[in-house]
C-alpha cells in the first residue's frame, strides 16, 4: 500500500520538458503498483475524496485555479475519466467543457478565443475535453489550414499557458495512450451494445487509417509544448482502473503542492460563541414554555 500512498506510481507518467515521448513504444496496458482491478478503483475512490477535500479549500481560498486538459483518440475514454475522477470534484467550483467542430462564430475569431473563456477563475478547476491542441492534431493531420499556419501554434500555445500560469492557474495536461487494437474491442463494444449506438461514427474509423498521422501530431505537440508551469502526461489508458487511478494520483499530488489554505477567521469567535448561546438558551426557554 505504501507505494500507492506515496502517488509516486504515476509520476513516470510525466513527460520530461524537451524530450520527444515515442508512443510507439510507450506502454499502453501498465498495471503500476496494484494487485488488481478492485484494488485500484479502491485507491481512486480514497483519492477522489482527498482531492474533494483539497479542491474544497482551493474554491475557498479563491486565490489559484486548475486547468485539466484532456486529449485522446476516440474511445480512449476522456468520458469515463470525467465520469469517475474529475467528475467527482464538486460541482459549485469545477466545470467540464467539451470543445468540438468550431462553430461559425467560432471559427471567426482566432482559435483561442473560445478557449480563454473557459479557463478557470480564482478558487475554480476546468476541465477541458478536447482542447486548443485540436488546432495542432486535427487541424494538421487533416489539412484545415495551411502548415505555416498550425506551425506557429506551437509558440502561441506555449504563450498562452503561460500567461495562465502567472495568473495563478495551475495546468495538467493528460493524453490518454490507448492501443489501436484495444480501441477496436472498444468499437465493438459499442457495436454490441444498442446503448451505445448514438456514439458510432464513420470518422472513427477513418482517424484510425490516420493512426500514424496523429502519432506524430501528438507527438510533436507534447514535446513542443511541454513546460513546467504546463506539462504533458501520458497516461496508459488500455486498462480504464489504471487511467483512472493514475490520473487521481497526479491531480492529488498537484492539489497537494498547490496547498489551498482556509481563509484566515477574521471574527471574534468568543464573541460568535455567547451570540449562539443566547440563541441556543432563548429556543430552550420558547420550547419549554
Ligand atoms: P468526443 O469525441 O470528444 O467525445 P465528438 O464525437 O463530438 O466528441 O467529437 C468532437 C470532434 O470535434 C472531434 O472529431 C474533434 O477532432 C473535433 N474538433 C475539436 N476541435 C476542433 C477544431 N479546433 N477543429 C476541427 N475539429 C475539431
Not at 13 to 21: E, V
Not at 167 to 184: C, D, W
Not at 272 to 284: F, H, M, T, W
Request: charged fraction near 35%.
Amino acid at each position: 500500500m505504501n507505494a500507492k500512498e506515496d502517488l509516486e506510481f504515476a509520476k513516470e507518467h510525466r513527460i520530461a520538458p524537451g524530450k520527444r515521448p515515442n508512443l510507439k513504444k510507450l506502454d499502453t496496458k501498465v498495471r503500476g503498483p496494484f494487485d488488481d482491478k478492485d484494488d485500484a478503483k479502491a485507491f481512486t475512490a480514497e483519492t477522489n475524496h482527498k482531492i474533494r477535500d483539497l479542491q474544497y479549500r482551493m474554491f475557498v481560498e479563491e486565490k489559484q485555479s486548475l486547468l485539466v486538459v484532456l486529449q485522446a483518440p476516440d474511445a480512449a475514454g476522456k468520458d469515463g475519466l470525467i465520469r469517475k475522477v474529475l467528475g467527482q470534484m464538486n460541482p459549485q467550483g469545477c466545470r467540464t467543457y467539451p470543445f468540438k467542430v468550431p462553430t461559425k462564430e467560432e471559427r471567426a475569431h482566432d482559435f483561442l478565443w473560445r478557449i480563454h473563456r473557459c479557463t478557470p477563475a480564482a478558487g475554480k478547476v476546468s476541465v477541458f475535453n478536447r482542447s486548443h491542441y485540436e488546432d495542432v492534431l486535427v487541424v494538421r493531420v487533416n489539412d484545415l489550414v495551411p502548415k505555416r499556419v498550425w506551425k506557429d501554434r506551437y509558440k502561441i500555445i506555449n504563450d498562452f499557458e503561460h500567461m495562465l500560469a502567472e495568473a495563478g492557474t495551475r495546468i495538467l495536461k493528460f493524453y490518454l495512450h490507448i492501443s489501436p487494437e484495444e480501441q477496436l474491442e472498444r468499437f465493438k463494444k459499442r457495436l454490441d451494445n444498442p446503448d451505445k449506438h448514438w456514439k458510432l461514427n464513420t470518422g472513427d474509423y477513418a482517424a484510425r487509417d490516420q493512426w500514424d498521422q496523429y502519432r506524430e501530431a501528438y507527438e510533436d505537440a507534447i514535446e513542443q509544448c511541454n513546460t513546467d508551469h504546463a506539462p504533458w502526461h501520458v497516461i496508459p489508458a488500455d486498462h480504464k482502473w489504471y487511467r483512472d487511478a493514475s490520473v487521481a494520483a497526479i491531480v492529488y499530488d498537484t492539489f497537494l503542492s498547490m496547498d489551498p489554505q482556509l481563509p484566515p477567521v477574521d471574527v471574534d469567535l468568543d464573541e460568535i460563541r455567547s451570540l449562539y448561546q443566547r440563541e441556543a438558551a432563548e429556543l430552550g426557554k420558547a420550547s419549554s414554555s
